[in-house]
């Protein structure tokens, strides 16, 4: 096991220079650079002196490996240069959107769990029955609904129509109010946001938990406990419950793209200053110095999922020494 | 073998997808089915597919199908079930709710959101269809070389596949987009392509992995069959079913991203009838329309749902003992 886990760890590293040097050719094909880097529009053209003084100070000219080479130097020290609209460090403005991103990311899927994993176990007891059936079927609808649209939806109906919710943003108090009314403030623009992007995989989780739980109370070792008389409710969230989450866990890993790819919609929906409408805006203004920081680090949050399930998938069930890591599982 | 009810409904919404795409034209077109121009018959919206020029009436570009009355000698016999061009604007009649005359209302330019709602069908398959093609052709040949190669080779090429996914979808189909030299349906089926191959070759990969031992393999081998012939004729038919559902469930999951995109704005090109971009305008909005968020979405939900029951049902077909427990 000690030795899997090392190798595991290891094997990120060709990852991560392959992340890096991706997101570096990606952004060097992206057009229009010298007019994003003078700040021009259609209509005030740079002059071709300013291309070739801009080309010269943004290292340009220089070829591409010495530029990528330089550019790695740089993220290993976490110096990610400063971005072209505003001029602020691209580290602080990470520091930032990450924090809200991610608060939100993590309340979604803990949100996510604390329903599906009740639901999902309850309906695998309950399999056959006629709730059962039905959770079933809505849950598949659910799953199908785009959740972009469902946010649309959500936000017209409680933000517009019933106006119970703020419509977008973080706060709509001013900074000098009092701390109680901020934080009840800071959660009702909580709540659409993170009701959407626990959304899409709450209906997956569920589905899943069901089927894992379903299996293992028809597994042999669970009717051996029952024929020696362990109570039910035992059985279900000690025996059956407890091998589920073992898959469960991977689960979690494959989710963490998921949710920050639908942190871009969410975020441009509900106006949450986060890494998601970040990363758009960006790419629409051309400040690549930004989009190419929110990639890497998008890139590298997934990594690191997944090499956390890998880990935790190791420490659930020791017996399991995955050939392929946990991507060779999934599928 | 009795058919499950999953792939009957998922075939039947399927079709009915498909139908809606392929009839789009004749559904929902402001130029009328049949018509009588200088006392001959002609079809105008037939006319708008390709190799269907007879159809078209005399001096057919200069008539205004919507002005009333209609010019000397013109007459509409049959007009489409819903006579309106999905880009026809009319300032006067801006952000109808559904109703007569606009049985799902207008968007803020005074188009009909149904006739929009039609023609996002040809647009979403199209783009889905494809560019879960693209995503096929492309993982399957990564997969199947990864799985036949040596162990360097495969190495290599499960590393850029793991590589791959660690980028979100959205965010590399993003890039991808923005990258596009000239913007436009190819590269937007490009972009989703290039972005969702990975799981497709990380699939193959292990499907070659399970039957490389078969004995059926061994003889073909021995009978002189090189690699590429072990992949195309062997091992890809015999992994067909489970390739089908595969591909079934990325087209919906495709389609999706491409709504997403045109939502955000970067999806198909302006001028082009599309869910996402139907969405996108409900979001621009001052004054709530329901109709511009509830319709598009419903089109989109059906559709998606359509690919994911056509999926389940493909599967429980090939493996009816593991579908009992999903």
């Known amino acids: ?331 | 073998m009795a058919v499950s009810p999953s792939l009957k409904a998922g075939l039947a919404m399927g079709v009915a997808a498909l139908a809606a795409a392929l009839f789009a034209p004749l559904l929902a077109s402001e130029a009328p089915l049949l018509a009588s121009v200088k006392g001959g018959l002609c079809s105008p919206a037939l006319s708008a597919y390709p190799g269907a020029a007879w159809a078209v009436c005399p001096s057919q570009s200069s008539i205004d199908w919507r002005a009333r009355p209609l010019p000397e000698g013109a007459s509409i016999l049959l007009s489409a079930p819903v006579p309106f061009d999905p880009e026809a604007t009319n300032l006067d009649a801006v952000l109808i709710s559904p109703g007569r005359g606009h049985y799902l209302g207008t968007d803020p330019l005074g188009r009909d959101v149904l006739s929009r709602v039609i023609h996002g069908f040809p647009v979403a398959l199209l783009v889905g269809g494809l560019a879960t093609m693209l995503s096929l052709m492309i993982g399957i040949l990564a997969g199947g070389t990864a799985g036949l190669a040596r162990s360097w080779v495969d190495l290599q090429l499960t590393r850029l596949m793991d590589l791959v996914a660690c980028f979100p979808t959205l965010i590399l189909a993003l890039a991808l987009a923005a990258a596009a030299t000239r913007p436009g349906l190819g590269s937007l089926v490009a972009a989703i392509g290039l972005t969702r191959w990975s799981g497709i070759a990380r699939f193959f990969r292990s499907e070659v992995l399970r039957q490389k031992g078969l004995t059926y393999i061994d003889a073909a081998h021995a009978a002189g069959a090189g690699r590429p012939r072990l992949l195309l004729r062997h091992l890809l038919p015999n992994s067909l079913a489970p390739i089908l559902v595969t591909a079934s469930f990325s087209v919906g999951q495709a389609i999706l991203l491409e709504s997403g995109m045109s939502f955000l704005g970067v999806g198909v090109p302006p001028g082009t009838a599309s869910w996402g971009g139907i969405l996108a305008e409900a979001q621009n909005q001052i004054t709530p329309a329901w109709w511009l968020v509830l319709f598009p979405s419903v089109a989109l939900f059906l559709t998606v749902l359509a690919c994911n029951l056509l999926a389940d049902g493909l599967r429980e077909c090939a493996d009816p003992r593991r579908s009992r427990l999903g």
């Open chain 1, 1 to 331: 096991m000690r030795g899997y886990l090392f190798r595991r760890i290891l094997s990120v590293f060709p990852t991560l220079l392959g992340i890096t040097l991706v997101t570096f050719l990606l952004l060097e094909i992206l057009p229009g650079r010298e007019m994003a880097l003078s700040g021009a529009g259609e209509s005030n053209l740079p002059s071709p002196e300013t291309l070739v003084r801009l080309r010269q100070t943004y290292h340009l000219d220089e070829p591409i490996l010495t530029r990528y080479g330089q550019w790695l130097l740089r993220l290993c020290r976490w110096d990610l240069g400063e971005s072209l609209l505003d001029h602020r460090p691209v580290t602080s403005t990470l520091r930032q959107t990450a924090a809200r991103t991610l608060s939100l990311n993590l309340l979604a899927l803990s949100l996510a769990l604390a329903i599906s994993i009740p639901l999902g176990t309850r309906w695998a007891v309950t399999a056959g029955s006629m709730r059962d059936r039905v959770g079933t079927v809505f849950l598949y609808l659910l799953y199908a609904f785009p959740g972009f649209a469902a946010a649309l939806i959500l936000q017209y109906l409680f933000a517009v129509r019933w106006r119970l919710l703020p419509l977008q943003g973080v706060s709509s108090l001013p900074a000098a109010a009092p701390l109680l009314q901020k934080t009840w403030d800071l959660a009702s623009h909580l709540v659409l946001p993170v009701v959407c992007l626990a959304y899409g995989s709450l209906a997956y989780l569920a589905r899943f938990t069901r089927a894992s739980v379903l299996e293992g109370l028809h597994s042999p070792y669970v009717d051996a406990a029952r024929a020696r008389g362990v109570d039910e409710r035992v059985l279900i969230w000690k025996h059956a419950f407890r091998n589920a989450v073992v898959p469960l866990v991977t689960l979690l890993a494959a989710l963490v793209p998921a949710l920050l790819g639908g942190s871009v919609l969410v975020e441009t929906i509900f106006s949450w200053p986060g890494m998601g409408r970040l990363y758009f805006e960006s790419l629409l203004n051309r400040d690549y110095p930004v989009v190419l920081a929110l990639t890497v680090v998008t890139a590298l949050l997934t990594l690191a999922g997944s090499l956390l399930a890998d880990i935790l998938y190791c420490i659930a069930d020791p017996r399991v020494e995955p050939e392929q890591g946990f991507h060779g599982r999934l599928s």
